[in-house]
């Protein structure tokens, strides 16, 4: 059983940065195609933030995030990490991690990832 565990939530200003992590419970490299981080805001449907690939360099964000999040991964620690930058009161949300051992065709949908985790609230303040 594979487990995702998020880490790096909290509570902010508007303005201020976080670093979200995501470690698996297994080898990543060679088993999952990709992981990525959603968002759920109260009220709101779950959507996509960012993707990384394991098998090569890509990298897919919102466009709500664009400029101000960087996701990245760490082979050696099966971890992918979430820096946010210059969050924003609408950046609040549950943050939660997710993979995909398929072939991540479409990394924007929820229904391409088969692994989550539960979640790591991420609050910004005005």
């Known amino acids: 059983q594979v487990q995702l565990v998020e880490s790096g939530g909290g509570l902010v200003q508007a303005g201020d940065s976080l670093r979200l992590s995501c470690s698996a419970s297994?080898?990543?490299?060679?088993?999952?195609?990709?992981m990525g981080w959603f968002r759920q805001a109260p009220g709101l449907e779950r959507e996509f933030v960012a993707g990384?690939?394991?098998?090569?360099?890509?990298?897919y964000y919102a466009d709500s995030v664009k400029g101000r999040f960087t996701i990245s991964k760490d082979n050696a620690k099966n971890t992918v990490y979430l820096q946010m930058n210059s969050l924003k009161p609408e950046d609040t949300a549950v943050y939660y991690c997710?993979?995909?051992?398929?072939?991540?065709?479409?990394?924007?949908?929820?229904?391409?990832?088969?692994?989550w985790g539960r979640g790591t609230q991420v609050t910004v303040s005005s």
């Open positions: 297994r080898r990543t490299v060679g088993y999952f195609a990709a």
């Open positions: 997710a993979a995909d051992s398929g072939s991540w065709s479409r990394p924007y949908a929820e229904a391409e990832y088969n692994y």
């Open positions: 990384i690939s394991w098998r090569d360099t890509s990298t």
